[in-house]
Structures are given as C-alpha cells and as structure tokens.
C-alpha cells in the first residue's frame, strides 16, 4: 500500500474538519493549561499532577469507560491486513487546544477527538507503503507553538519529526522534509538510536535522551549515546553533550587505562523534564556497555548512571552527581526526575527527586545540584569476578528510606509457611546472597549459581516513574520487586564480546574453563549459547513458582517530602496470595508485580496493576485492575477491571465541561488500546 | 554446571519431535483450522528464514535465538510462553509489523514468512510439502500449539 489518494483524501479532510473545529481558538501560550495536558509527564518538571477535581473521592464509584478505541486507527488495519500492532503500547498522549494527540502503537501520531476518542488525522508516514506505517509504540511525544504555527515533535524509529499539529503533515521547513536523523554512528541497537521515551521542547530547542541499546550487549566500540539538540524551528543541530567524555573532556579520567575508547552507550532512555524558567533540562543517562561486567572499563565511568543537569540552551553541563559508580548491575538511572518545590526545615528548595532502578529517592537542589538531606558514600562489597574491580564506596542517600527491599539475605527470603521457607533458603544457597551493590560473580561447578541481586535490572523504579503532588509536596512511587541473577559465565555469541573478555587479564571464558570439564572452547561455546530461555536464567525463581523474597511484590510508597520521611507505604494488587501453597494461609494483598505508572489528581492518586508486557515478573503477573488510592492513607477507594493491562502513564485533561482519564492497555492477545474513564 | 532449564529445554524438543506428523500443506489449510505440526513450511523456506534471521535479527534475538534483554527468546519456553495459543498469522505479522526493530517494516512479505518457518524449524515444529503463503485469513487458521492436534 502506499499513501494513497485515498488516505491523502481522508488526511486532508480530517485536517480541515480539525481547522475547522479549532478555528478561532487562540493558540494558548506554553504556560501549562492545567485543563490540558501538555507534556508527557503533564509539566515540564514531570509532576504527574493535575489538578482537576470533576471526578473525586465523593463520586468516583460512578466512574465508567467513557470509550475505548485501538491506538491504531482502523482504517490503516483493514487497508494493511499485515499490519499487527503490538500489545505493549507504551504512550501517554497529550491534550492540546481541544485535541488529544497521541503516538499509536505503530509509533505514528494520531490526533483525536477528546470526547470520543474518533481519530481527526493520522500522520502522514516519512516513507510510503508498509515500510512507513511499521513500527513500535513510543512513550512521548511533544508540542510547540509559536504565534499561528503549531508543531507535533516525535520521535519514530532513528528520525526526529516535526509535524503540523493541525493536519499531521511533516513541516517542510523541518531538517529533511519534516525530519532529522537521529542515527549514531556504528551498528544499530534494538531500539530506535533517538530512543522511546520522545523529546522535550524547552524554549526553541528540542532535546533528545537516546537509548538505542539501554546497553546490557557487550559489543565493543557501541556508540556514546549523546545527548542532543535541535532548533525547533528548523532541526538544525544545535549542541551535544558527550555521555563519554572525549579525550581533554571532563570526566575522561573516570575511565582509567584509556578505557572509554571501548566505550559507550549510556543514553538517557527514560522522560526527559525541564525547568523552564531556568531553562534546565535534566537527563537520566543509562548504564555503560557491557552493565554486568566492567573489566575492561576501570574506574568510576561517567557520565553512566548519572543525573544531569543541562543548560537547553547552550549544551553546557551545570551540575551532574553520579548516582552508581562503575555498574555492575544494569541500574540506569531510568526514571523521569521529577521537578518540584519543597521547604525543608524552614526553606524553600527548587528540588529535583530521582528515583531510581536500585530503590532510592535521590532529592536535589535542581539549581546547583546540592543534596537535599545527605548522600553518604559507604563501603560496599568487592567482585570475585576476574579482571573486575568494583568501585569500592556507593551512594547512599540517608533521607528519603529506601522504597524497595535491598539485597537479598537469609531473613529477606520468603517464610510463608515453614516448607516454604526450607524450599526457598536452598535455592537461595545455590546463589551468592548479599547487600545492596554485591557484584556479579562466576558461575561454575562446584560454585553458586550467580548472584542474587536486588532490586533486578528492571527495577524497583523504571521509565514510568513516580508523581509528586504540588499542593502537599508528597511524593508518590510505584515500584515491583524481583531478584535477577546476575552470573559471568555466559559469553553473548559475538566475536567482539569474546575480544572485550578476552582482553582482561583473565578472560571471562577462560575463567569459566576453570570450573567445568570442558576444556574445548568451541564446545564450551556451544554448550552456554544453547541455553534457551534468557528470562528465566535472568529472574530467580522461587518454590513452585513464588518469589523468592517476602512481599510486597509491587507496592506505591509515598514519602512526606517537607520530611524526607515515608508516609505509608501499601501493596498494589493482589498477586500470588491465591497460589495453591498461599491460598489457605488468608494472606493480605501481596502486590502484583508490574510496570505501573500514577496519575495524581486534586484528592486522587489513580494507579493501574500493570500488562504482563510491562516487565512483569514472574512472567504473566499484572492484572487489569485499575485503582483509585486515598493519596493521605494509601487506601484502595475505587477500583475497577480494564479491558487489559495497564501499559502506559495515565493522563487526564477537562473538555467540554468533562473530566476523562486516558489510559493505555493492552497484552499479548490485546493489541494496545486507548480507555477513557469518566463520570456518565 | 548449566542452568536449570538448559535439559528442559532439549527434553521439549524431543517431544515435539516424537509428535512430527506428516506434513498436510495447504490443502489441509483450505478445509480448516489446523497448527504448526502439519507440516506448514518446507525445509528450503527455513533455511532461506535462517539466512535472514541472522543477518536481519541475530544481533538483538542472538544467533542462538536464545534473545538479550529486551529482545526475547524466540526459541523453547521463551519463544512458546509468547506464542502458545496464537495463529502463525500472528507471528508473521508481527514479525513484519515490528521487526528489525531498527527498521521496522523492511521485510518484505515473503521475507516475512520465511523468517516466521524458520522461527516453526528451530522450534522443532516439522517442515512439510508447501511453503508457508496466504492470505492473512488463511494464515489466522494455523494455531502455534505445544499440543499437536488442539486446533481441530
């Protein structure tokens, strides 16, 4: 199929029916209506807040699906029977002027009826046929005006867009027809080079985390993921900020031995959010490459792991504070840092709260980057991994508490019943149990397992992020908990991953060929790259198929931030309290562990359970509950079953007199949806 | 030592092995539902799918299909907790809808499909007389199935 007059016919005539609806209605300024929901997170500092009040704790139980639709429109389905939108649609639209615009679960920005969901344009794709409507869901997308020009900016696949937000052309005076390449150089990773989580606009000046890889490959030479900049206007670059410092740069000299010539990725692949009074934006950046293994990477290896703070108009780094040294976990910094003001003691603070994979609510001075309440650097242990030298001292905030279970010892595994607990300490003691930060070990006969490392590699806290409410400075985080396995023994199937062990003094293979009668490589080889199933080799499990730690599985903390101090702290969901083995024991709600995202409103805090596709684990957890929280107690108020899991942020906007609640669904047999919730 | 599910894993492949059944084609399609083990691609399909796949998806999926965060297993337990209960329409359209997930959509159709039979082959589903075509009706008949014969 290209696209066709047909289609062409059916654009232009929703864009002009669109013009026609909007005519007349003056383009607000970029201050946040707070009708409207202009920016992923809501603001620009990614509060999650909104402060409209229609739906409340009074008549919540009256609220309903409202409408549901696909994320993509039908009319693209039925042209293109191969077309199969995948079920993990991960965006979250905005609500502009009378419009909600949102990228679908191929990626293309659609604009919509706000009252009813009905689409008014789909974008018109960079390239024609099948090869411009494939594609993936993306997180966020972004608007910008100026006087009668309205753009739509995203991000889809390796190119920078910016579209008429009136009709969904590409805006000729953008870069390439509409476009700017966003490709790093070197071989392409499994995500798009501009990454999934979109832009941010923060004066004139778009800006671009990356995150092609979230890079757990061992590739050598994998590309810094920058972090880049755009005239709004035209796509002209504007500047870069290297993750991997080049030579002369600062921060090189945290790559010891000249290692950063191997380096890279580190792309900041969660939200990004801005000040933009002070013209700020703040970057998340992700792991090194390699995440479990730094042999061949010394030092403490900025900017990798870190929260930093740019100035959007120039590219210069302000404040940076490295929140993980020397990575040997996977703990990106991967959730939107949050932008709020707080008085502490007395004093008003412009903050800036991050959370992140490994548990902690790390809270700054968003202007100088000076710690809220102390960071301690504390001892923490040392590899057994040859070739690996762990950073000896980690991060520890001392205020907030930790909102995750950190580390994984004899008292945190689970002691449901007395069997239970004898079942789960022997799996255990086949592994190397620890604190916090314990580091990745070797994996061999006669040995343990691998290390058990808690919070895993998909959090504790994630791209979805947490909410902080204005008006009380209450913050709000959901998290799951699940215990990786992290072990050396397998070497990916690429040359060059060999090449980067093998580099070390010893390699990764050869110390494996220590441990096991194997003494062929290639067989040896061989042997580990048959191993089929990467998921369960990552998350470890417990006695027939429980977690091995005790609950909560998922749970929401909300932490007083005048205080720094937890408020409460509730499970969210059920999860496996009717396993055969629990069933009986008349166990409280335990948590199901799923990727999960809040939406605050004036009295509410609204959290979904999450899809098995959101990083679910054990495989197939979630569920489709969609709850109303009292945010002062943390008492389940409303809840309700949506037509699938939760797998985007929640939004919510007032149009025409009406408060909806957009959020979207979706799971492996239930193409992404979008489900609007009202009052009838 | 390996890890726990490394015999489970070839265990699995033995059975469906056992359960290798003639391969029906598309005539078997025509008359109705049918699944994976009829026999629905043929061998040069697959090898021309694994040509593909490692050229176009073994950087992500790993030549071993054995998957690397966050591109999953596309082989045992991994690739059947996914697919177990779905059409081969499914799979090939999504295949094609979203893969390579750098350049999604580059496929062609036929390309499609011969990655979707070599996904059946390493699977241990059996080849069979015809090469895996049709409309996405006829496609949406063919049930990936741990146990052969559900779909009838």
Redesign the interface.
Known sequence: MGWNCKQACVLIASGLALLVATAGAADKSQESDRNEWRYYGGDPGGTKYSPLTQINRKNINKVRILWNRPSVDSKLTQEE??????GNLEATPLMVNGVLYAGDA?GLVEALDPATGKTLWVQEPLVP????????STRGIAYWSEGSKRRIIAVR??DLESLDADTGRLDPNFGNHGRVSLKYPG???????GGLSGPIVVGDVIVVGGG?A?D??VRKGVASEDIRAFDVRTGAPRWTFHVLPRPGESGEETWEGGSAKLGGAMGAWAPLTADLELGYVYVPTGSPMASFYGGQRPGQNLFANSLICIDAKTGRRVWHYQLVHHDLWDYDVASPPVLGDITVQGKKIKAVMQPTKHGFLFVFNRVTGEPVWPIEERPVPASTAPGEKAWPTQPFPTKPAPFERLGVMTDDLIDFTPELRAEALKIAQSYLMGPLFTPPSV?????T?GTLVLPG?LGGASWTGGAFDPDTQMFYMPSHTHVYVKDLLRP??YVDSLTMYAAGPPSMLEAAMEF?DIKDPTELLS????????????IAQGPDGLPLVKPPYARITAYDMRTGQTAWMVANGDGPRDHPRLRNLRLPPLGSSGRVAVLLTKTLLFVGEGSPLQASAP?GSGGKKFRAFDKATGKVVWETELPAGTTGAPMSYMYKGKQYIVVAVGD??HPGEWVALGLP | ??????PA?IAVALTMASFSSVGLGDESIAQGKTDVWAGVYTKEQGERGHALYLEKCA??H????????????L????FM??WN??SV??L???I???MP??????LT?PE?FEVAAFLLSANGFPAGASELAG??AQLSEILITDAPGRAH
């Not at chain 2, 030592?1 to 490394?6: G, H, Q, S, V």
């Not at chain 2, 082989?75 to 991994?78: A, C, E, I, L, S």
């Open positions: 029977p191969d077309l199969n939108p995948y191929l046929g099948f090869r411009g409507l494939a594609g993936i696949t390796d071989p392409s990773g499994p995500l798009p080079d092609r979230d757990v490959s994996v061999a006969p006669n040995h397992q590699a990916p199937p096991t042997r580990m790259a048959q191993q089929p199933d990467v998921a369960n080799v990552y495989r492996a047999k | 030592m390996f890890r726990r599910d490394f894993v950087k992500c790993t030549e071993s299909l054995t998957g690397q965060p966050p591109a999953p297993a082989r045992g337990t991994g907790l996914n209960g779905k329409r499914d090939q359209s999504r094609r809808s979203t997930a750098d350049q999604p959509g580059s159709r499609s409309t996405p």
